[in-house]
């Protein structure tokens, strides 16, 4: 089955204890992003990765650090995690940058810092 | 910087009503415009999408057109249904299809 998964899908942890949350595709992407879905918000994009090693900011990357060491993989890294960091998180890939095609999205992790 | 606004919410209508859920963009160049829905607990899935102004997007009996000179891209559908009932997103990609951004949703409940 083609999917988006992310892991964990809670995550409830203090400030300043730094985490990672994983995402992987087997749809073969290019395209991988994560975004933060905040009440009233709508979804706000973190990163974005075109491909193998490349990776760029989105609207609100402060805090947060991504790699993309492997096609499938496109972890979120929050070194020092505070507060207003507790939100919901989505990853997401698309076949190409998904500007024509989709973006499929994870399950989604909903992080709370105490 | 690029920007989309939609009609606040929450809207209910019940079964068989027409729906209208507006959305206008700001943007430089030429986006590509999307509805996204998200049911409850769940990741978004794309609804529909538009490439270029004048094009309409259809899907699930769900219809936008990209108005460029409105700068609009409103949902539509004639007669919903309660499994309609989710959170609409209206998004739009810049000229790259590499930046996403995202409308604050609008959550739609439909009464049998």
């Known amino acids: 089955e083609a999917q988006v998964t992310q892991n964990p899908r809670y995550l409830i942890t203090v400030t300043g204890k730094k985490l990672t949350v994983t995402c992987s595709q087997n749809?073969?992407?290019?395209?991988m992003s994560w975004y933060r879905q905040d009440p009233g918000l709508g979804l706000r994009q973190i990163y974005y990765?075109?491909?193998?090693?490349?990776?760029d900011k989105g609207d609100v990357p402060e805090g947060y650090k991504v790699s993309r060491k492997e096609k499938r993989n496109f972890p979120l890294i929050l070194e020092s995690p505070s507060p207003n960091q507790t939100s919901l998180y989505f990853c997401?890939?698309?076949?190409?940058?998904?500007?024509?095609?989709?973006?499929?999205f994870g399950p989604g992790t909903r992080l709370t810092v105490l | 910087g690029n920007s989309v606004t939609q009609m606040e919410g929450p809207v209910t209508l019940s079964e068989e009503a027409f729906l209208t859920i507006n959305c206008t963009y700001t943007?430089?160049?030429?986006?590509?415009l999307f509805w996204y829905v998200q049911y409850p607990g769940e990741g978004l899935q794309l609804l529909l999408k538009?490439?270029?102004?004048?094009d309409k997007g259809s899907n699930k009996g769900f219809e936008a057109t990209y108005r460029k000179e409105t700068t609009s891209f409103h949902l539509e559908k004639g007669s919903v249904q309660v499994s309609d009932s989710a959170v609409y997103f209206c998004?739009?990609?810049?000229?790259?299809?590499?930046?996403?951004?995202f409308g604050p949703g609008t959550r739609l409940s439909v009464l049998p």
């Open positions: 997401a890939s698309g076949e190409t940058s998904g500007r024509y095609n989709e973006q499929f």
């Open positions: 749809m073969n992407h290019e395209y």
């Open positions: 990765s075109m491909n193998v090693e490349v990776t």
């Open positions: 943007a430089t160049g030429y986006p590509s």
């Open positions: 538009a490439t270029k102004a004048d």
């Open positions: 998004a739009l990609s810049d000229n790259y299809g590499q930046n996403f951004v």
